[in-house]
């Protein structure tokens, strides 16, 4: 069970998300509606801490649990997929007001209607898949 | 007790959400989710069809783990943790959503006019819900990451192809809610 940990990352990423009320469509239409600090606050305030834990990373200042060096993998780089790409994400979140992990976390709420939202999301990513070499990158 | 059963503030959620992102790393993994939606695909025979999805999908193990932790976290929160399902949103954004149509916005978790099983079963309903999927999941991972992979972790590191997916999620964000909602609605 080495991976039971990463069960307990998940359920204390689950209550967070469900607490701050990340995974409610409300929060994300007023979001898009710059209605509300609250979005805001929480993934600036998540972003500028990790710049410092990534500082950290990448000054070998906090290591792994092994004591080695934290390598953080660099995303591919293309402007073509990541406007576009992240243009189609973003009108499926602002409709659904769900991203992929809040999806899971609201199965967990039990909002039965997510689980056909989960399957067009699986079925997105296998049509990208189908698509990719006729893409632009 | 009503500090953790209220609703929490985003100085609380923004730094649990980097102590997420830190542990994974501190555990030699990475935080992105949207990839977890290739792995099932994988799972589902999809390699066989596409070698792009042929890959050894017992090494992502973990990250499914890790979603299962969240579907179980999403249940302790719901049951235990919260005393009411109400989402204290801006009272004009309450009045925005009245005009579009949407009754009682805000004083449940989420709005009926999207998610009751009685519009999953119109057409409509169930054409916004697995449009809105086939949107987010094909978005994701054509732009190589959703909002835990891009907009926290590609931020944090500041990566210039996050920094463009996070435009593009805003822009496509503030398109829907903008223009095509309240053609929607």
Known sequence: MKNFKFLLIGVLFGIVLSKTEVISWYRIYEMFKFQSFHMYGIIGSAVVLGIVVFYFFNQGKIKNYKGSQIAIEAKEKGFARTIIGGTIFGLGWGLIGACPGPMFILLGRGVFSIVIVIIGALLGALLYHALKKKLPH | ?185
């Not at chain 2, 916005?105 to 009751?116: H, K, M, R, T």
């Open chain 2, 1 to 185: 007790m009503d500090f953790i059963l209220d609703p929490w503030p985003w100085y609380v959620g923004g730094p649990m959400i980097a102590l997420v992102m830190f542990l994974l790393y501190f555990y030699g993994r990475k935080f992105g989710v949207s990839s977890n939606l290739e792995t099932i695909c994988t799972i589902g025979g999809a390699g066989k069809y596409m070698e792009t999805l042929n890959f050894d999908w017992k090494k992502k193990g973990w990250n499914l783990v890790f979603i299962f932790g969240t579907i179980i976290g999403g249940f302790i929160s719901y049951q235990w943790l919260s005393l009411n399902e109400t989402v204290a949103i801006n009272p004009q954004t309450v009045q925005d959503l009245t005009e579009l149509g949407f009754a009682n916005a805000g004083q449940q978790f989420l709005p009926d006019e999207i998610f009751s099983i009685e519009t999953m079963l119109s057409l409509k309903g169930f054409l916004i819900l697995i449009g809105a999927g086939l949107l987010v999941g094909f978005g994701a991972r054509y732009a190589g990451g959703c909002t835990s992979g891009h907009a926290i972790t590609g931020l944090s590191n500041l990566e210039l192809p996050s920094f463009i997916a996070v435009i593009g999620f805003f822009i496509g964000g503030l398109i829907m809610t903008w223009l095509i909602l309240p053609l929607l609605f």
